[in-house]
């Protein structure tokens, strides 16, 4: 007989029950081990992403320190090189301003000259016999040369002890002003006088003894300069 159609159905009942039991036990089971894998897996996924972002933003944080020290590196050379630009042009102005200073000494139209010796005819050009300025080199020794129209101012002083002794100033072939030291014979007398007159280009300006002769002491001096 078969031992199934001996159990009553209450055991059938008790062995169904059991099997179900068992079987849902081991699905359970199955289950959890999944979800503990899954979770697993999961939170390691999550570590990973953690430390791989934070690493990544280092590295970010690294280079942008890395760039930044670069640019302050490169400013703090421009910013050198400016002060050094500014320092530079600074002393290139004053440089500037001294040369223009003692070009416009140097170009400076005027002369003084002294002069000495003695003169027989007054149809003589009175010489200078040491030239102490003379700015724009218009001056040649006997006559000054007008390089540039303008206002000019001549002098002269002399010293001598001729009688009648005296110096005209001219302009080209036009007698201007006379320095005279007098009629009588001293032993030394001096005079001075002084010219201004307007010239052009080329107009000339020199000296000639007003008598002959005419012997002229060497601190006597004739000076000319343009003043507008």
Known sequence: ????????????????????????????????????????????????????????????????????????????????????????????????????????????????????????????????????YNGGNAYNGTVFTCPSPGLYLFHVSLMSNSRLGGILIYKNSQQLTLAYTGDENPQVNGASVSAAVWLSVGDQVYLCPYSSPLWINLNSAFTGVKVH
């Open 1 to 132: 007989m078969d031992s199934s159609t001996n159990m009553t159905p209450f055991v059938k009942c008790l062995m169904f029950t059991v099997v179900c039991l068992m079987i849902a036990g081991s699905c359970c089971e199955h289950s959890l081990d999944r979800r503990a894998n899954v979770a697993k897996r999961s939170d390691n996924d999550t570590y990973y992403n953690i430390y791989t972002k934070i690493n990544t933003l280092e590295k970010y944080v690294s280079n942008l320190e890395t760039k930044l020290q670069t640019r302050t590196k490169l400013l703090r050379q421009v910013l050198k090189s400016v002060i050094e630009m500014d320092s530079n042009l600074g002393l290139s102005d004053k440089n500037l301003k001294k040369e223009r200073k003692l070009a416009s000494k140097k170009n400076a139209l005027g002369f003084t000259t002294k002069l000495s010796g003695s003169y027989s005819s007054t149809s003589s050009i009175i010489r200078g016999s040491l030239i102490l």
